[in-house]
Nanobody, 118 residues
Framework: QVQLVESGGGLVQPGGSLTLSCAASGKIASMSAVAWYRQAPGKQRELVARITSGPSTYYADSVKGRFTISRDNAKNTVYLQMNSLKLEDTAVYYC????????????WGQGTQVTVSS
């Protein structure tokens, strides 16, 4: 049984920083693309950043230059370093990963709340 567990969310003031972690556990053969999504109240879930096994990265325009996605393959963990946080970054952040055990399957974490408020 594979699980994705996010951590690192919390309350931060505008301009502050947080680092989110997404740790995969279970009988994992490999983990390919991993992404962070977020969903603010009343809005659709949106892609924030993605990292492949290459690794190559993608960022939404709204977070370019402020967020950095990285991965530690030995730990099956992906990080999202968030700097210069803005009020509009407030959302539940979800980790999404394609993980191969016997077959490659998409997994979602339970989400972690990030609140940017003064």
């Amino acid at each position: 049984q594979v699980q994705l567990v996010e951590s690192g969310g919390g309350l931060v003031q505008p301009g502050g920083s947080l680092t989110l972690s997404c740790a995969a556990s279970g009988k994992i053969a490999s983990m390919s693309a991993v992404a962070w999504y977020r969903q603010a109240p009343g809005k659709q879930r949106e892609l924030v950043a993605r990292i492949t096994s290459g690794p190559s990265t993608y960022y939404a325009d709204s977070v370019k230059g402020r967020f950095t996605i990285s991965r530690d393959n030995a730990k099956n963990t992906v990080y999202l370093q968030m700097n210069s946080l803005k009020l509009e970054d407030t959302a539940v952040y979800y980790c999404n990963a394609w993980i191969r055990t016997l077959l490659e399957t998409e997994y979602w974490g339970q989400g972690t709340q990030v609140t940017v408020s003064s």
